[in-house]
Nanobody, 121 residues
Framework: QVQLVESGGGLVQAGGSLRLSCVAS????????MGWHRQVPGKQREPVAA???????NYEDSVKGRFIISRDNAKNTVYLQMNSLKPEDTAVYYC???????????????WGKGTLVTVSS
């Protein structure tokens, strides 16, 4: 079994900051990319940021310059530092990891259950 568990969500005022964390645990051989998506009720889940095992990053345009994704490969953990938060950042944030469970297995995507971020105006 593989589990991804997010933490760090909550309520913050506009202009404030939050740091999300996501730990992957269980039978994991290697992790390729890790990332964050978000979803507002009634809308599709959208990518926010992603990071490869080598540290290359990419961001959705609306969060560039405000959010920073990072990871600790030794801890199978990915972080999302969110600064200058806006009410439109309010959403459930989901972590995902693209990984192999053993040396001979295929690469699969795993998801966490999400953490709610609410930004008040």
């Amino acid at each position: 079994q593989v589990q991804l568990v997010e933490s760090g969500g909550g309520l913050v005022q506009a202009g404030g900051s939050l740091r999300l964390s996501c730990v992957a645990s269980g039978r994991i051989f290697s992790i390729n990319s890790m990332g964050w998506h978000r979803q507002v009720p009634g809308k599709q889940r959208e990518p926010v940021a992603a990071i490869t095992s080598g540290g290359s990053t990419n961001y959705e345009d609306s969060v560039k310059g405000r959010f920073i994704i990072s990871r600790d490969n030794a801890k199978n953990t990915v972080y999302l530092q969110m600064n200058s938060l806006k009410p439109e950042d309010t959403a459930v944030y989901y972590c995902n990891a693209n990984l192999r469970r053993s040396s001979g297995s295929i690469i699969l995507d795993y998801w966490g259950k999400g953490t709610l971020v609410t930004v008040s105006s």
